[in-house]
C-alpha cells in the first residue's frame, strides 16, 4: 500500500507527501551541490529521522517507565565525505535539564534510542556520535 507520494518540482527541489495526514515536506538540494538551500535536503532529512526516531522510542519507553520526557531538546551535525558525496558522520546531543530519572531508567533510555529503525537501517559506514546529557 501506498503511504507517500513524491513529485520534482523541477530546480533540484522535490515534494513528498504523507498520504495519511497530508504532510508535505520539500527538499532543496544544499549549496555546495548546486542547490539553493532553501529548504530540508534528503541527507538533512536522514539526520532528522535519525533524531526523531531516537526521540520517538525514548518516548515510548518514558511513557513505560513513567518518566516525563517532556523538554528534551537536540543538537544535530551533519558531516559529509566529498567524494563518493554520502553522509559521513551524524553527531547528535540530546540535552535534559531537569529529568526525574534513576540510573537504571536513563540507560534504558540510552539504549531505546541507540537501537531505534533508523539506528539500525543505516549502513555501518555512517558514524552515529550520540551524546545524552541527563
Known sequence: MVSMTGYYKGDL???VTH???GNVVITDAPPDNNGKGEAFSPTDLTC?????CMMTLMGI???RENIDLAGLRSEIVKI???SPRR???VQITFTHDNLVATDV???KLRRAALTCPVALSLSENVK?????NF
Do not use: D
Not at 552515529?128 to 545524552?132: D, G, L, M, P, R
Open 80 to 82: 559529509m565525505h566529498p
Open 128 to 132: 552515529q556520535t550520540v551524546t545524552f
Open 48 to 52: 532528522a529521522s535519525l533524531n526523531s
Open 87 to 89: 553522509i559521513l558522520e
Open 13 to 15: 527541489r522535490t515534494e
Open 105 to 107: 531508567q536513563k540507560e
Open 61 to 63: 519507553l518514558a511513557q
Open 19 to 21: 498520504l495519511k495526514s
